[in-house]
């Protein structure tokens, strides 16, 4: 377990790796037209943007400076990039694809599973009904056999009073 110590240790480390990664986000003066006109954000670079979208996103929300998507870019390989690091940082793509498959498979050993407790509950169930049905007509026949001794015990007695 953590001490509080070091969970405010370990929340300014994030924060400081947030600024770090901050530096290289979009909207960044490395890629701005006017003071670097040759210099244009490229497929790397839009992998690594599309990492840090989230962040990107949750910062572009209190101030201007930050983007979400760098504008100054060389096209299709940015985007590219920019595609294939969203899918990473969101969770998209084949990672979303193997989860499903096993997220599936659990799905189809639970409900085997949930079959195999309701066959037995079910039996379970059945015995106990059978069972109770036996003991109705074991108290069925009991009473029936009291009734009959007692009037046998009556008939008996008006005998042997004569």
Known sequence: MLTKKQYFAL???????????????PGNERWDEVLNPDNKAGFW???????????????????????IYEISNTGWPYNLGFILGLSCSVGGGI??????????????????IGERVEEKVRKGIK????????EE????????????????KKALREWVDK
């Open 127 to 134: 015995a106990w009904l059978d069972e109770s049905k036996k």
């Open 11 to 25: 929340f300014f480390i994030l924060v400081f790796v947030a600024f770090s990664l901050l530096s290289c986000a």
């Open 137 to 152: 007509k074991d108290k069925e026949w009991e009473e029936i056999a009291e009734k009959i001794e007692e009037k046998i």
């Open 95 to 112: 990672k979303f694809g193997i989860k499903s498959q096993k997220h599936r498979k659990r799905k189809y050993e639970w409900d085997d």
């Open 45 to 67: 670079a839009g992998v690594w943007h599309g990492i840090i979208v989230i962040i990107t996103f949750i910062v572009s929300l209190f101030t201007k400076e930050v983007g």
